[in-house]
């Protein structure tokens, strides 16, 4: 079963950048759409940043003009890179794709990387 691992998490003062990446592991065949998810301190879990097989994307109010998604096929990986942190960009945040394998297709989630921006 495909699994997502994420990673670039960390803390940074408002104003600055982060860039996460996203490796999908396993029997994989294709991945369809993939997406970046947040859960903010007190907050609903939302959708930052989604982006299809073919480069389609979309963003979040919040964070358009902001952050960028990107992927790389041939890697399995996606990335979500985040200039102008703002302290309200603090979360976990997940990683999402809809895995095709060799048997069935499934919505396989990261484990979460914590996003942390100082004031």
């Known amino acids: 079963q495909a699994q997502m691992v994420e990673s670039g998490g960390g803390l940074v003062q408002a104003g600055g950048s982060l860039r996460l990446s996203c490796a999908a592991a396993?029997?994989?065949?294709?991945?369809?759409?993939m997406a970046w998810y947040r859960q903010a301190p007190g907050k609903q879990h939302e959708l930052v940043a989604i982006?299809?097989?073919?480069?389609?994307?979309r963003y979040a109010d919040s964070v358009k003009g902001r952050f960028t998604i990107s992927r790389d096929n041939a890697k399995n990986t996606v990335y979500l890179q985040m200039n102008s942190l703002k302290p309200e960009d603090t979360g976990i945040y997940y990683c999402?794709?809809?895995?095709?394998?060799?048997?069935?297709?499934?919505?396989?989630w990261g484990q979460g990387t914590l996003v942390t921006v100082s004031s």
């Open positions: 999402n794709g809809t895995v095709e394998g060799v048997v069935n297709t499934v919505d396989a």
């Open positions: 396993g029997y994989i065949v294709s991945i369809n759409d």
């Open positions: 982006i299809t097989t073919g480069g389609t994307t």
